[in-house]
């Protein structure tokens, strides 16, 4: 299985620009999820979805916006990307229950904002 | 609000000793209470949970031990190797809530 795949790996954007990070898993989690890592820092959880149709806001959701039209896919889209976005970007997955304990983290999406 | 934090930012150990990480956390209400490894370039991983009923969980080379009395969760990974070179993140999980991430602390093994 390939567990949760993200896409791009790298990209650079200038201010303002749009962009869709991609994220897919085939482990038919109903739980998804989208993190922030800034360099040295832990993971700030901006979106996360409980199951196909449902979003909700983390701690950091401004600037973004998710969607999750599938089990299988959350993309999460910036608008009018800014320096501040400059960031890694996480995608997870989880079973619900006791089993939302365990994230299968994606490779990460490292953005740049110029 | 709330919050999970770590002790010490970077940790140096000798390969083959044991390395203990610490963490501290504030939510009483947390079920669980979990670590995950992250290596360089990579996402984090998964290592061990453990309820809040419990003391002690032991894995495969580590042990997660908690002390609801201080509120403090600790990490011990025996004859540390230098495939353990990575940052350790304690996180935690009050009921159907989602985790929540420490800061992290960076393990170096020392060959």
């Known amino acids: 299985n390939a567990g949760v795949t993200q896409t791009p790996k790298f990209r650079i954007l200038k201010i303002g620009q749009s962009m869709t990070l991609q994220c897919t898993q085939d482990?038919?989690?109903?739980?998804m999820y989208w993190y922030r890592q800034d360099p040295g820092m832990g993971l700030k959880l901006i979106y996360y979805?409980?199951?196909?149709?449902?979003?909700d806001k983390g701690e950091v959701p401004n600037g973004y916006n998710v969607s999750r039209s599938t089990t299988e896919d959350f993309p999460l889209r910036l608008e009018l990307a800014a320096p501040s976005q400059t960031s890694v970007y996480f995608c997870?997955?989880?079973?619900?229950?006791?089993?939302?304990?365990?994230?299968?983290f994606g490779a990460g999406s490292r953005l740049t904002v110029l | 609000g709330e919050s999970v934090g770590l002790h010490l930012p970077t940790l140096s150990v000798q390969e083959g000793d044991n390395s203990i990480i610490n963490c501290a956390y504030s939510?009483?209400?947390?079920?669980?209470f979990i670590w995950y490894k992250q290596e360089s370039g990579k996402g984090p991983q998964f290592i061990i949970d453990?309820?809040?009923?419990?003391d002690k969980r032991q894995g495969q080379r580590v042990t997660v031990l908690l002390n609801k009395t201080v509120k403090h969760l600790s990490l011990q990974i025996a004859a540390t190797q230098p495939g353990d070179s990575a940052v350790y993140f304690c996180?935690?999980?009050?009921?159907?809530?989602?985790?929540?991430f420490g800061t992290g602390t960076k393990l170096q093994v020392i060959p």
């Open positions: 997870a997955s989880s079973r619900q229950g006791a089993g939302a304990n365990v994230l299968t």
């Open positions: 482990m038919n989690h109903n739980y």
């Open positions: 979805s409980v199951g196909a149709g449902i979003t």
């Open positions: 939510n009483s209400a947390s079920d669980y």
């Open positions: 453990i309820r809040s009923n419990m």
């Open positions: 996180a935690e999980k009050p009921g159907y809530q989602k985790v929540t």
